[in-house]
């Protein structure tokens, strides 16, 4: 299944939204560098072994629909984390008030992006076994930026 649809302006957009169908954004750009976190704090909010995030450019996300759902729970000094208020669909995480990382797991089919690395792995659920070889960091890595 083919995510990004070619727009009138010639621009490839990706969307997603969140799991009862309130919150929908879409991304005008190439999603960037893909990282899998298995910090407690990804763990609880996704009720899983780990979340994988990828980088937007800034400008290149927006609410389609439903952003008056969308919650925001400050989960670190730095840390502002976006879900749906209806369902609780962890969507992404915010910057200067943009989504500028979103929750792979949200995106309508194939992203296009695939993850490059195990992030903050010295707190990883302690039941969970890494099976890949991407890149493993006990913390966020220096080199990864944003989109």
Request: hydrophobic share 35%; proline share 6%.
């Amino acid at each position: 299944m083919l995510v990004a649809v070619l727009l009138e302006e010639n621009i490839m957009s990706i969307t997603g939204g969140c799991l009862c169908g309130a919150v929908r954004y879409e991304i005008t750009e190439p999603l960037g560098q893909v990282g899998s976190c298995h910090c407690s704090m990804c763990r609880k909010a996704h009720g899983a072994a780990y979340a994988t995030f990828a980088g937007i450019k800034p400008g290149a996300a927006r609410w389609t629909s439903g952003a008056d759902a969308v919650g925001v729970y400050h989960s670190s000094e730095q840390g502002r984390r976006c879900f749906c208020k209806h369902c609780g669909s962890p969507l992404g995480a915010l910057e200067d008030g943009e989504l500028r990382w979103v929750a792979l797991g949200t995106v309508d089919g194939d992203p296009g992006v695939r993850p490059g690395a195990h992030i903050f792995v010295a707190s990883k659920a302690p039941w969970h076994e890494i099976t890949d070889d991407l890149p493993r960091f006990d913390e966020y890595p220096p080199s990864m930026s944003n989109a």
